[in-house]
């Protein structure tokens, strides 16, 4: 059996999770989507039509099946928990090498596999930079359940997960969703330092601090109260979830590299040759010095005006 084989093919070339969904569209998705529009809450990250984030075949017309990975990536290591205050990080999805690439990779090999397998075989691959909801799409192939932090959560791997998929032309029984739900427990919507999060299930993203800290332009001085000494992205709501109570990456290419961590005494503004050879592998680096070095900077005079309030 085809499916049986790809899923076997996938753990030996080191893929954690696989699903398999049909391509109909979800109704509660559109819904959310819509509403996500009309509070305003959506940021210019999120690309593409609520059509274009919902209907596969909008991408490729003879799609039937969508098969779904997820890589599970590292919550913490010693340099995370021995963090001082003169030092800035990057937060754990943008550790080692950029995960898009990882995941090209690991799909490209498994769609290598498959066109041995099946002589008529059409696909194309997507991340997350597709208009495709990819937690949704991996949440109908039976990889995880939604958090209140709206992320995707799978019962190994937690909300630690990389996700990529190939839609085809092959006809392959698709899985079904888990049914399960997190805890409830409120400690992301808690946590959340912006209040991005909130009991009707949708994310402002223009709130996430994830999302401040790579926008372009002026950061307001309320923003900058609210950023810590992560200077791309947040873990806060990840790291509350009870959900992540175990750190399972297998994956030596997520492992931080050390240029991750800065201390922030001896950071020098780099130029965009400068910063491409020294960060240019990270999956942070796709938002260039000029954003990096304005966030070294604002915490740079954190720093600066809590010594002069100390005095």
Same mark, same amino acid.
């Not at 946590?191 to 223009?206: D, I, R, Y």
């Not at 990270?282 to 005006?305: C, F, S, T, V």
């Given at each position: !059996? $085809?499916?049986?084989?790809?899923? *076997? ?29 009309? $509070? ?6 999120? /690309? ?11 991408? !490729?017309?003879?799609? /039937? ?15 995370? /928990?021995? $963090?001082? *205050? ?12 950029? =995960? ?73 029984k698709p899985d079904q969703p888990i049914n399960k739900s997190c ?20 994310? *402002? ?9 790579? /926008? ?15 200077? =791309?992205?947040?873990?806060?709501? %990840? %790291? ?5 109570? %175990? ?18 005494? !001896? =950071?020098?503004? $780099? ?21 990096? *070095? ?18």
């Open positions: !059996m $085809l499916k049986n084989k790809i899923i *076997n093919y996938s753990k030996r070339i080191g893929i954690d999770v696989i699903g398999f969904t049909s391509i109909k569209i979800v109704p509660e998705l559109t819904e959310k989507l819509k509403l996500q529009e009309q $509070l305003d809450y959506s940021c210019e990250f999120q /690309k593409g039509t609520i059509e274009e984030r919902t209907n596969p075949k909008l991408l !490729m017309d003879n799609v /039937k099946t969508i098969i779904v990975i997820a890589l599970g990536y590292s919550k913490t290591c010693n340099q995370l /928990k021995n $963090l001082t *205050n003169e030092e800035v990080y990057f937060s754990s999805n943008s550790w080692g090498q950029d =995960y898009h690439l990882v995941l090209r990779t690991k799909l490209n090999k498994l769609a290598a596999y498959i066109k041995k397998e099946v002589s008529n075989f059409e696909y194309k691959i997507i991340i997350d930079t597709s208009p495709l909801c990819d937690r949704t799409i991996a949440y109908q192939a039976g990889l995880g359940f939604f958090g209140k932090n709206n992320l995707l959560i799978n019962e190994k791997y937690g909300s630690y997960i990389f996700l990529g998929s190939i839609l085809t032309n092959l006809d392959l805890l409830n427990c409120n400690k992301c919507i808690n946590a959340c330092p912006t209040g991005a999060l909130n009991n009707n299930g949708v994310l *402002n993203s223009k709130k996430c601090l994830s999302y401040i800290t790579q /926008k372009k332009g002026e950061i307001t001085k309320q923003e900058q109260q609210l950023m810590n000494n992560c200077i =791309y992205g947040c873990d806060i709501c %990840q %790291q509350v979830c009870p959900y992540n109570n %175990q750190n399972n990456n297998k994956h030596a290419e997520f492992n931080p590299t050390g240029v991750e961590f800065i201390n922030v005494n !001896m =950071y020098e503004p $780099l130029s965009n040759k400068s910063f491409k050879l020294k960060y240019g592998h990270l999956a942070g680096a796709w938002r260039g010095p000029k954003i990096i *070095n304005r966030n070294i900077e604002i915490y740079q005079q954190k720093l600066k005006d809590k010594l002069i309030n100390t005095k």
